[in-house]
């Protein structure tokens, strides 16, 4: 009975991992956005650098109000806000309405994110609660599989798409989050008070004066740059080098996740068995032979099989230096964990940059050197990883 209990409390929790997926739409909407307006990299790059720039304003702050009002009510806070940033859309698709559904996708998935994690720790515990948290990443890369995937089916009128076109994914998702809403609300978790003095932003920024601390976080930076770049600049590369129309190039997006989701899947065995040190290595060179792979080959083969490679490559690069860094400093994990949240800013940064080369070499060429940059410090990284 106990155990079937526990099952029922999974399933919201879960659906609230769906929903953290959303938040990957915006790699194949801004491409649709670019079309749909005529706009430049640069501004259409604007978006996904919209939508992560959030978490440096409001990942410490939800680890805070989480302390006031606790973890199930913060994540319900989050759905409401992806629940607005799902209808804005619903009424247009010009150029302001979407920096605003974008910022307030990214408003949502920084509190989603911060939250949600604990929150299963209060219904997970022990041993089974990283299986559980790998679960959760799985169910979330389903629904950034599927975003591509809904938006062609709407902009070639396979499904129903009520005169929207692509825009259909946002009600099609808005209806999921509606649904999250009302199951996670109906559901009691017992949550913990907290111990100690809630961590402040002077606090966590003050940790970037250690050494190794600042490393792991450019190198979260690095990799959520990789994984936002790469998401929004894949379908761009198949227009441009094999000239694909946006509907067929959308599987690059779709490819990319299938990877990235089977490289969660496979990565926690693996790392049951290899150091992270040596798998964070092999994930590394995985992803220099994609950049390789970008820059050398107009092959259409050889195109996917760089997507697929960086997909799995980039997986698991994030649990990796998180852990490495809280590892690092065990009395001051809250303070940490916050600081390396904020390190998803890094989806912020790479996108402008790619843009802003792109346009200046009339080529996505210019968008994969700055990701090639970005794997390149990753790289030099591996030697200051230590053996946890």
């Not at 852990?323 to 949240?341: D, H, K, Y």
Request: charged fraction near 10%; include cysteine; glycine fraction near 8%.
């Amino acid at each position: 009975m106990k155990e079937k209990s526990l099952y029922l409390k999974l399933i919201p929790v879960m659906l609230v991992f769906f929903t953290m997926g959303f938040v990957d739409l915006v790699g194949i909407a801004s491409n649709y956005v670019k079309l749909d307006l005529g706009l430049t990299d640069s501004e259409a790059n604007i978006f996904p650098s919209l939508v992560f720039f959030w978490f440096l304003i409001f990942s410490v702050p939800t680890g805070m109000l989480m302390n006031k009002i606790g973890r199930k009510k913060t994540v319900m806070l989050s759905l409401i806000v992806t629940f607005v940033s799902l209808l804005i859309p619903c009424f247009g698709d010009g150029y302001v309405v979407m920096l605003a559904s974008f910022s307030l996708l990214g408003i949502g998935n920084a509190l989603m994110q911060t939250s949600l994690n604990p929150l299963l720790s209060n219904i997970i515990t022990g041993d089974k609660l990283a299986s559980s948290l790998t679960f959760g990443q799985f169910v979330k890369a389903i629904a950034s599989f599927l975003a591509p995937y809904i938006a062609m089916w709407g902009a070639t009128q396979a499904i129903p798409s009520l005169g929207m076109g692509w825009r259909v994914l946002f009600p099609v998702y808005m209806v999921v989050a509606v649904i999250a809403i009302f199951l996670l609300g109906a559901t009691h978790i017992k949550e913990e008070a907290p111990e100690g003095k809630p961590s402040t932003f002077a606090e966590c920024i003050a940790l970037l004066g250690n050494p190794f601390i600042l490393l792991m976080f450019i190198g979260i930076m690095c990799h959520v740059g990789i994984d936002v770049g790469t998401n929004t600049t894949a379908p761009k590369i198949l227009m441009e080098r094999l000239g694909m129309d946006i509907h067929a190039a959308s599987f690059a997006t779709s490819l990319y996740f299938i990877f990235r989701t089977i490289g969660c899947l496979t990565g926690s065995l693996i790392l049951a068995h290899w150091s992270p040190k040596k798998f964070f290595v092999v994930s590394v060179v995985l992803m220099v032979a994609s950049m390789a792979g970008f820059l050398l080959f107009d092959s259409k083969v050889l195109l996917y099989v760089s997507i697929a490679l960086v997909g799995y490559g980039n997986s698991n690069v994030f649990s990796i230096l998180f852990s490495q860094a809280l590892l690092s400093m065990p009395q001051r994990q809250n303070e940490v964990s916050g600081l390396m949240i904020m390190g998803l800013f890094g989806g912020t940064v790479f996108p402008l940059l790619m843009g802003v080369a792109s346009d200046a070499l009339h080529s996505q060429t210019g968008a994969l050197l700055v990701l090639a940059v970005g794997v390149l410090y990753l790289l030099l990284l591996f030697p200051k990883l230590r053996r946890y």
